[in-house]
Protein backbone atom coordinates (compact mmCIF):
# COMPACT_ATOMS: atom_id res chain seq x y z
CA UNK A 1 0.00 0.00 0.00
CA UNK A 2 1.32 3.34 -0.84
CA UNK A 3 1.94 5.52 2.00
CA UNK A 4 3.10 9.22 1.71
CA UNK A 5 4.23 11.21 5.11
CA UNK A 6 4.82 14.57 4.53
CA UNK A 7 7.25 16.66 7.22
CA UNK A 8 9.12 20.00 7.51
CA UNK A 9 6.19 22.37 7.69
CA UNK A 10 6.18 25.13 10.98
CA UNK A 11 5.93 29.05 11.20
CA UNK A 12 8.18 31.39 9.41
CA UNK A 13 8.28 35.36 8.72
CA UNK A 14 7.52 36.23 5.57
CA UNK A 15 10.86 36.30 3.68
CA UNK A 16 11.49 33.38 5.02
CA UNK A 17 12.78 29.63 3.59
CA UNK A 18 11.32 26.23 4.53
CA UNK A 19 12.07 22.65 3.28
CA UNK A 20 9.19 20.17 3.15
CA UNK A 21 9.55 16.35 2.63
CA UNK A 22 7.33 13.87 1.61
CA UNK A 23 8.76 10.39 2.24
CA UNK A 24 7.51 7.55 0.27
CA UNK A 25 6.81 3.52 0.45
CA UNK A 26 4.71 0.88 -0.78
CA UNK A 27 5.03 1.75 -4.19
CA UNK A 28 6.73 0.22 -7.01
CA UNK A 29 5.56 1.98 -10.14
CA UNK A 30 8.05 2.56 -12.93
CA UNK A 31 6.16 5.55 -14.28
CA UNK A 32 5.10 8.19 -11.95
CA UNK A 33 4.21 11.84 -11.27
CA UNK A 34 4.40 13.70 -7.72
CA UNK A 35 3.25 16.95 -6.56
CA UNK A 36 2.18 19.30 -3.68
CA UNK A 37 -0.84 20.73 -3.14
CA UNK A 38 -1.90 23.37 -0.72
CA UNK A 39 -4.99 24.72 0.82
CA UNK A 40 -5.84 27.77 2.88
CA UNK A 41 -9.10 27.89 5.29
CA UNK A 42 -12.04 28.54 3.23
CA UNK A 43 -9.89 28.08 -0.32
CA UNK A 44 -10.15 25.33 -2.86
CA UNK A 45 -7.28 23.29 -3.05
CA UNK A 46 -4.53 24.71 -5.18
CA UNK A 47 -1.80 22.96 -7.02
CA UNK A 48 1.82 23.88 -6.42
CA UNK A 49 4.61 22.31 -7.93
CA UNK A 50 4.62 18.41 -9.94
CA UNK A 51 7.49 16.51 -11.10
CA UNK A 52 7.63 13.63 -13.57
CA UNK A 53 10.19 10.39 -12.77
CA UNK A 54 12.22 11.69 -15.31
CA UNK A 55 12.38 15.47 -13.48
CA UNK A 56 9.97 17.00 -15.36
CA UNK A 57 8.83 19.85 -13.39
CA UNK A 58 5.76 22.35 -13.44
CA UNK A 59 5.21 25.16 -11.07
CA UNK A 60 1.88 27.36 -10.63
CA UNK A 61 2.74 30.82 -11.77
CA UNK A 62 1.90 31.92 -7.91
CA UNK A 63 5.05 30.45 -6.48
CA UNK A 64 7.63 30.08 -9.91
CA UNK A 65 11.27 31.64 -9.12
CA UNK A 66 10.22 30.61 -5.56
CA UNK A 67 9.65 27.28 -4.89
CA UNK A 68 11.52 24.31 -6.76
CA UNK A 69 10.50 20.99 -5.86
CA UNK A 70 13.20 17.72 -6.43
CA UNK A 71 13.20 14.51 -5.36
CA UNK A 72 15.76 11.86 -4.51
CA UNK A 73 15.05 8.32 -5.90
CA UNK A 74 17.36 6.26 -3.56
CA UNK A 75 15.16 8.05 -0.97
CA UNK A 76 12.21 7.50 -1.78
CA UNK A 77 11.11 11.53 -0.94
CA UNK A 78 10.19 13.89 -2.60
CA UNK A 79 10.90 17.96 -1.94
CA UNK A 80 9.52 21.19 -1.60
CA UNK A 81 12.43 24.00 -0.93
CA UNK A 82 10.18 27.38 -0.67
CA UNK A 83 12.18 30.90 -0.18
CA UNK A 84 11.05 34.19 -0.18
CA UNK A 85 7.80 33.09 1.47
CA UNK A 86 4.87 35.35 2.09
CA UNK A 87 1.58 35.53 4.06
CA UNK A 88 -0.29 34.17 1.02
CA UNK A 89 1.42 31.28 1.12
CA UNK A 90 0.10 29.92 4.69
CA UNK A 91 -1.63 26.18 4.25
CA UNK A 92 -1.58 22.60 4.45
CA UNK A 93 0.66 21.61 2.20
CA UNK A 94 0.28 17.75 0.63
CA UNK A 95 2.28 15.51 -1.28
CA UNK A 96 0.58 13.24 -4.08
CA UNK A 97 1.69 10.58 -6.45
CA UNK A 98 -0.05 8.97 -9.45
CA UNK A 99 1.29 5.99 -11.47
CA UNK A 100 0.93 8.20 -14.87
CA UNK A 101 3.24 10.63 -16.18
CA UNK A 102 1.33 13.75 -15.58
CA UNK A 103 2.97 16.70 -14.80
CA UNK A 104 -0.41 18.42 -14.15
CA UNK A 105 -1.76 20.30 -10.91
CA UNK A 106 -4.96 19.34 -10.93
CA UNK A 107 -5.76 17.30 -7.52
CA UNK A 108 -8.44 14.90 -9.14
CA UNK A 109 -5.51 13.36 -11.61
CA UNK A 110 -3.66 12.17 -8.53
CA UNK A 111 -4.47 8.91 -6.65
CA UNK A 112 -2.49 9.07 -3.55
CA UNK A 113 -2.31 11.66 -0.73
CA UNK A 114 -0.44 12.46 2.84
CA UNK A 115 -1.72 13.68 5.60
CA UNK A 116 -0.30 16.91 5.23
CA UNK A 117 1.99 19.52 6.97
CA UNK A 118 1.25 23.16 7.74
CA UNK A 119 3.10 25.65 6.83
CA UNK A 120 2.45 29.24 8.33
CA UNK A 121 3.95 32.62 7.03
CA UNK A 122 3.34 35.35 9.51
CA UNK A 123 3.89 39.47 8.12
Known amino acids: QVQLVESGGGSVQAGGSLRLSCAAS????????MAWFRQAPGKEREGVAAITMHGSTRYADSVKGRFTISKDNAANTLYLQMNSLKPEDTAMYYC?????????????????WGQGTQVTVSS
Open 96 to 112: ALDPRWLLLLRGDDYRY
Open 26 to 33: GYTYTTYS
